[in-house]
């Protein structure tokens, strides 16, 4: 029976993160996923330049970015559009594919044991260590394991029932998204996305919450929708025969009526994949008895955008540091797991909680703050820094407030608050 000093349970990039700087602290890691790699993820594939914070990834751009966005288009429900433009990148694209493969390369390479194509069956925390079972009937024991499996995480269920919490997201705490890539070429990228390669959002589109995307790569054009899982349900109800997969197609129509999209290009349900993510802030306890969870197997997800790639390396990381500490006094009882949660907590979760909010706003006033956003240099930067997940919580809080005392808001805000909607009074540049 092999023995590491801990075992992360999914190589993704948070698993693969986690892994990296645990085998860079020296430590004996065992890094297990049931895919081989390199394998797809459904994904819009979109860093946020919160990511810059790597060192090991901005060092090796050159491994797998796809380009660099200088320039992003949102349009609201009746398709008016903020159009920003920046001097320097805002968000960063690449393919999941290549990214989190060469992230399980990294961490390889720095010494974790990559253990791939085989799942975990189960585990068992005992006062001295956890035995994994893998579904070959091998067996690992190890000091710690990290849960980082994603929405339904092992790991994530086992701490959910011992504190008591419900075992699974809420539908409204769960986004379905659908995506696919396909190459377009060079050329037309170059001609109909530019040199800033422009990044774009619909929101609301069909005035259904959530925001259908079209993101340029190199040659490759990412076109998606999220939807939260409770509007499907709710939609499928009432509307028998109405399909997410179609919503998505009926999207791809509208890109090719703007110019966004190729119109001698056909795209089928078969091109199409999916996914579910997590957008409900995070577990309020994410540690055990020596296990804790990161990425999305914690709820570390943008719940605006949906963005959760950052969040994932950066809740790695941060597993990391913290074990890095406690394996000083050889102590993993939940309280002094809890430096992890209290750390991650502290660094990001106000960004999760205004990002709620700010949900919320733009799902009820979306044509309002895209028409002031649209008129304002200051709050398009603003509005587009929010949306891409590169604005902390603190600016969130303290311009979505100025604006509702300017009275930029107040007539939609205060009309939701006491149910009586206003039409917004015109506005004048």
Request: proline residues 3%; glycine residues 8%; contains cysteine.
């Amino acid at each position: 029976m092999s023995h590491y000093d801990v075992l992360v349970e999914g190589a993704g990039p948070a698993g693969a993160t986690a892994a990296y700087y645990l085998a860079m602290q020296g430590k004996k890691v065992a890094l297990v996923d049931r895919a081989k790699f390199p394998r797809e993820k459904a994904c819009g594939g979109g860093l946020c330049v919160h990511i810059e914070e790597f060192d090991h990834i901005i060092s090796n751009w050159d491994d797998f970015l796809e380009s660099k966005c200088l320039r992003g288009i949102v349009y609201g429900p009746d398709f008016m559009p903020v159009d920003y433009v920046s001097e320097k990148p805002f968000f960063y694209n690449i393919r999941r594919l290549k990214f989190d493969n060469t992230l399980v390369e990294y961490a390889v390479e720095k010494g974790a044991t990559l253990i791939e194509g085989v799942a975990v069956k189960n585990f068992e925390v005992h006062n001295d260590k956890v035995v994994t079972k893998l579904r070959n009937g091998e067996e690992l024991t190890s000091d710690v394991i990290i849960g980082a499996g994603g929405s339904f995480d092992m790991v994530s269920r086992r701490i959910r029932d011992i504190e008591k919490m419900p075992m699974k997201w809420r539908d409204e705490d769960i986004a379905t998204a659908l995506y696919f890539e396909i190459d377009v070429g060079r050329e037309y990228m170059d001609k109909v996305y530019g040199e800033e390669r422009i990044s774009m959002a619909h929101i609301k589109y069909q005035n259904l919450d959530g925001y259908g995307w079209s993101f340029s790569k190199d040659t490759v054009l990412n076109v998606g929708i999220g939807c939260p899982r409770s509007v499907i349900k709710s939609l499928k109800k009432e509307k028998p025969g109405w399909d997410e997969r179609q919503y998505l197609l009926d999207y791809v129509e509208t890109l090719k009526e703007q110019g966004w999209f190729p119109k001698d290009i056909q795209v089928d349900r078969k091109m199409i994949a999916g996914s579910n993510i997590p957008v409900g802030m995070g577990m309020k306890c994410t540690v055990g008895d020596r296990m804790l969870v990161i990425g999305d197997a914690g709820g570390f997800v943008s719940p605006l955008s949906g963005e959760g790639l950052y969040y994932a390396l950066d809740s790695g990381r941060i597993a990391a540091e913290a074990l890095e500490v406690l394996f000083k006094d050889g102590n993993f009882d939940k309280q002094s797991m809890m430096l992890y949660h209290n750390t991650w907590s502290n660094k990001w979760g106000d960004d999760l909680e205004w990002l709620k909010v700010a949900w919320h706003l733009l799902m009820v006033m979306p044509n309002s703050l895209i028409k002031y956003a649209a008129l304002d240099e200051e709050t398009k930067e603003f509005f587009t820094h929010m949306f891409v997940g590169s604005m902390p919580a603190s600016k969130i809080k303290n311009k979505v407030l100025a604006l509702i005392a300017k009275g930029a808001l107040k007539h939609d805000f205060l009309s939701h608050i006491i149910g009586q909607h206003e039409k917004v009074p015109p506005l004048t540049n």
